[in-house]
């Protein structure tokens, strides 16, 4: 059974960094999309970042140039990186894949088969 786990959420200030994993066990992920999800309290989940097989990015515009998803098959992992981080950014942040090859951030979300249990981000000063 596929599990999703994320991980490297927490405390940071206003324009820290924080870099959040996904990993992936009993299933390979390198030939699905893989997508960053993110649901602060209050609001609907929203797609945050997603990436195909083939290595093609997609993002918001919220987080365009602060924000990078990166896949690492070999390690089932995937990854994203987020510089510059904003309060508005504070939200439960969740990884999830997708029933295809191909994502972008228009892609709906009942195309993601799996999903991770999500990790806190929280940015304050």
């Known amino acids: 059974q596929l599990q999703l786990v994320e991980s490297g959420g927490g405390l940071v200030q206003p324009g820290g960094s924080l870099r959040l994993s996904c990993t992936a066990s009993?299933?390979?992920?390198?030939?699905?999309?893989m997508g960053w999800f993110r649901q602060a309290p209050g609001t609907e989940r929203g797609v945050v970042s997603c990436?195909?097989?083939?290595?093609?990015?997609d993002y918001i515009d919220s987080v365009k140039g602060r924000f990078t998803i990166s896949r690492d098959n070999a390690k089932n992992m995937v990854y994203l990186q987020m510089n510059s981080l904003k309060p508005e950014d504070t939200a439960v942040y969740l990884c999830?894949?997708?029933?295809?090859?191909?994502?972008?951030?228009?892609?709906?979300?009942?195309?993601?088969?799996?999903w991770g249990q999500g990790t806190q981000v929280n940015v304050s000063s």
């Open positions: 999830a894949l997708s029933r295809n090859s191909m994502a972008v951030v228009t892609t709906p979300m009942y195309l993601y088969d799996y």
């Open positions: 009993e299933f390979a992920i390198d030939n699905y999309a």
């Open positions: 990436i195909s097989r083939d290595g093609m990015t």
